[in-house]
């Protein structure tokens, strides 16, 4: 690390040296916001750069005095002469030239977010990360936009690895995610044990490297017109780099407060563990601080010729894990350690005058480590799951993961004589999730049973081909936008089978029993019959394997129509058919009327749908669950399987829903407000069920779950954002205020249990975790202040009391509404409403190098229940509001050359 500064502060020196006629400085809007990526040329040469993430310049010029001239899109160019000056601060003016910008959610180039018919987000995703030092996608998204959540999970096998994340409280599979307009492939994972998401698949966002993006758009409305599957609750763009003016980055380090507040250990003693950093059993010694964390990023942009341009980005991200309170089962609650590598590019070059080649894409991989629930001491009342001679104490297993994503996308954009524009593009996406189980055994081997495990895992692979054409006519009206396009998906899910040891159980010769009706198991020394396979997360055995494709073609047509410069009238339909489970057409109608020239109203109404994923179709798996002290062996059986038909379970058809929408948006100044209320009606929702009893149905399991088309819900909601920005003097100087909110309420209108017990389907613990998916609101209070080298940002985020059944429920579960009764009397957990208070403080030291030390969650707010162990993750609270790491402190030294 001290090398790699050395280097950079050499780098930057030595570019100071060289460049004799520098001419440096910012540039801003009327408000005095940044402007990112800004062009700056020298007139009457070829010399030219652009602005980096915080409006700043440098550009070498031949002779002083010279002419500047800057230019950015939706602004006004300006020229400027230096006047012999070495420093050039600027301000734009807000222009018309906008037919290059196409933001997310209209297929018109020269539509801004405030101006769209529908609610857009436009996140700087730089900043952000540079002045929060929030080091993941989903963090920085969880406190910059208002309907948007994730938090960190503990004990949730595979979620504690990819973090579920979802709009508008509903499904973390009900939002599709684009890069640079493009569909991004899901992530092979299907949230299955004790986790927000449960039943779902979603998009890993964190597998994209924050320091690659420009901008991300948020989309909160109904899409499935526009763009396909998934964008029921919305759609998330993210817009990558591609500045041309050389090396920026940065390095953060940070560590979460282990301080969790007094009268723990006067009530519980040594039974708790990892109390105020004491009693770490799993770890080294008392700790004030654990999950320490290191992020180094680089970007580096260069021209490809005068009409082309190279963007690459890398990403170092290390954390060590957190451990929080937990009983004796539950030693290791805690986030997960992670070491992750990223590299992206994005580039684009001019083929001729009107064709343009672009492409992008990535790789990264991350390494994880989380700990399982705890086993006790083996004995004759002991735990029959932990080898006497390996583990004479109990032990913790850790599930640890290595996750590939792979990504690329190459297309071709042509503009024809006759007016239209043509983009041809080919994508390809694959999610690779292998589980290693460490600290572990498999019990039915005693004292031959290894310690570590190849579990296996799973696998996600799409390709995606397009033809869209697009065209305006400016003759038509007020201006008149058609789009019409192709696609054609292929996607591959996989499960693949771990070592032997990690599933199999073993009888009395150390071989794995094939046939019971002529091995004998094997009897431990205390007279008890373990369980097989690795204790955490059992492997996946031949009999799970899967290898499935399917395939889907859609249609669309996308039109939009300024009937004046006040009205516009928006429409679209689309038609998809897949080679699984049958066709389906939806369209959208949306509209906006400006009032005023500051005042606009703005209103949308959609069908969609999502397709159920190949994973909630295919995936199985056979587990031990611990349910009431015992274990549990519970078979989680596709929904293609002759079990789940055995129960009544339907094939998986598509989720449908119905969006309206209706906001208010209002613009003057440096002042801009938007309210948006909105209401989803989805019907069939994929869930994932309970368990029912199949112990006499011989599948080798004494309890079965599966995938079904559930539940329909209703989910109503309210958006609002107000933002003010007041700028002080011409050297873009000032200050901003701003309020986020979000309103949400999901409620469940029917259960869909045909004739199975409805208690039993889908009782009042899963229900919880799906109405409160959101709470019932967030609110994001932040101000800013920027003064010539000092920059200071403050964020107050209030969340609302979160109600959930906690795991009594799952030990003793209801069967009727008399048991149920007495369990929301005794299980029901409620988690107050509270805040957190992030706070940054930043200096530039030079025009190259920026410091920003600061703490997110600085009062060390945790949520807030009575603890007594009957958490679902089994440790000091749920996963909810602000998740269970406390006070984060960080430091950032930031740069660009």
């Keep these: 690390m001290k090398k790699l500064i050395t280097l950079l502060f050499l780098f930057s020196s030595s570019i100071a040296f060289y460049a004799q006629n520098s001419i440096t400085g910012t540039v801003a809007d009327a408000f005095g916001n940044s402007l990112i990526g800004v062009n700056v040329s020298e007139k009457g040469t070829s ?343 390996l583990y004479p104490n109990g032990f913790t297993p850790r599930i640890t993961s290595i996750i590939n994503d792979y990504s690329g996308t190459i297309g071709v954009t042509h503009d024809m004589n006759s007016g239209w524009k043509a983009d041809f593009s080919h994508t390809y996406g694959k999610n690779d999730f292998h589980y290693y189980i460490k600290g572990s055994n498999n019990a039915s081997l005693g004292a031959s049973s290894p310690t570590d495990f190849d579990a296996g895992g799973h696998s996600l692979a799409m390709n995606v081909t397009g033809l869209d054409f697009t065209k305006n006519y400016s003759d038509i009206m007020d201006g008149f936008n058609l789009a019409f396009g192709t696609e054609y998906r292929v996607e591959n899910f996989q499960i693949f089978a771990g070592e032997e040891a990690s599933y199999a159980n073993y009888d009395v010769n150390g071989v794995a029993i094939t046939d019971p009706s002529t091995q004998s198991p094997y009897i431990n020394e205390y007279g008890q019959q373990p369980s097989g396979g690795s204790q955490g997360f059992p492997g996946y055995s031949p009999s799970n394997v899967v290898n499935r494709n399917r395939s889907n073609i859609s249609f669309y047509g996308d039109a939009e129509l300024n009937v004046s410069k006040k009205f516009l009238i928006a429409g679209a339909l689309r038609y998809e058919d897949y080679s699984d489970f049958g066709n389906t057409t939806n369209y959208k109608l949306a509209t906006r009327y400006k009032i005023t020239d500051g005042l606009s109203a703005r209103a949308s109404v959609s069908s969609g749908f999502r397709a159920p994923s190949l994973a909630q179709i295919h995936y199985n798996l056979l587990f031990n669950n611990i349910v009431g002290n015992s274990s549990l062996r519970t078979l989680l059986a596709s929904n293609t399987s002759t079990v789940a038909k055995s129960f009544g379970i339907e094939a998986l058809k598509e989720e449908k829903a119905n969006n309206v929408a209706l906001g208010l948006t209002y613009k003057i100044g440096g002042f801009t407000a938007t309210v948006d209320a909105y209401q989803i009606s989805v019907t069939d929702r994929i869930i994932l069920t309970d368990v029912f009893d199949a112990s006499t149905l011989g599948v080798g399991a004494d309890a079965a779950q599966f995938f079904a088309n559930g539940v329909d819900t209703k989910t109503s909601g309210l958006d609002l954002v107000l933002a003010y920005r007041g700028y002080i003097g011409t050297d873009g100087n000032g200050y901003n205020v701003g309020v986020a909110a979000n309103f949400n309420d999901t409620e469940i209108l029917n259960i869909n249990s045909g004739n199975l017990n409805e208690f039993t389907f889908f009782g009042p613990f899963s229900q919880a975790y799906l109405e409160a998916a959101a709470p019932d609101y967030k609110i994001g209070f932040n101000a800013g202040f920027n003064y010539n080298n000092f920059d200071l940002q403050l964020n107050y985020t209030r969340f609302s009391e979160v109600i959930l059944q906690d795991f009594q429920w799952v030990d003793s579960p209801a069967t009727n509404q008399a048991e149920a009764d007495v369990l929301f009397e005794v299980a029901t957990d409620v988690y107050e409403a509270t805040g957190t208070l992030d706070l940054s403080l930043g200096y530039r030291i030079t025009d190259g190098l920026k410091l920003t030390i600061g703490s997110n969650n600085l009062l060390n707010t945790y949520p807030t229940p009575q603890f007594d162990g009957w958490t679902d993750q089994g440790g000091f609270n749920d996963s909810v509001q602000m998740g269970s790491d406390g006070r984060y402190i960080f430091g950032r030294l930031g740069f660009n050359f």
């Design 47 to 389: 010399n030219g750069t652009i602005t980096d993430v915080y409006g700043n310049y440098e550009l070498s010029v031949n002779n002083l005095p010279t002419t500047l001239i800057f230019s950015y899109i939706g602004y006004g160019d300006l020229e400027i002469s230096t006047d012999g000056s070495e420093r050039v601060n600027v301000v734009l003016d807000e222009g018309i030239q906008l037919n290059e910008v196409q933001v997310v959610g209209s297929r018109s180039y020269g539509r801004s977010a405030i101006d769209s018919p529908v609610a857009v987000d436009v996140i700087n995703v730089s900043d952000i990360a540079a002045q929060t030092g929030k080091v993941e996608i989903n963090q920085i998204l969880q406190y910059a936009a208002p309907s948007f959540n994730a938090t960190k999970q503990s004990g949730a096998d595979g979620a504690d690895h990819i973090d579920p994340a979802s709009l508008r409280g509903l499904g973390p599979d009900q939002t599709l995610v684009l890069i640079n307009g493009k569909r991004r492939h899901q992530s092979s994972l299907v949230n299955v044990f004790g986790t927000r998401g449960r039943g779902n698949s979603g998009t890993d966002l964190n597998a994209i490297p924050a320091a690659a993006i420009k901008r991300i758009e948020v989309l909160r409305d109904g899409a499935s017109a526009q763009y396909g599957s998934d964008a029921i609750a919305g759609v998330i763009n993210i817009v990558l780099k591609d500045k041309t003016d050389g090396l920026s980055g940065g390095v953060t380090y940070g560590a979460f407060s282990t301080d969790i507040g007094e009268g723990y250990v006067e009530e519980y003693g040594d039974e708790l563990f990892n109390v105020n950093g004491t009693n770490r059993v799993l770890d080294d010694g008392d700790k004030s601080f654990d999950g320490i964390t290191t992020k180094v990023d680089l970007n580096y942009g260069a021209g490809l010729g005068e009409d082309g341009y190279i963007n690459f980005t890398t990403e170092y991200y290390t954390k060590q894990r957190t451990l929080r309170p937990g009983f004796s089962w539950r030693k290791g609650y805690g986030s997960a350690a992670v070491d992750q590598f990223q590299f992206m590019v994005n580039g684009s070059k001019d083929l001729s005058s009107n064709t343009s080649l672009y492409f992008f894409g990535g790789t990264g991989n991350r390494d994880t480590d989380a700990f399982a629930f705890s086993r006790s001491a083996p004995g004759i009342d002991g735990d029959s799951r932990a080898v006497p001679s």
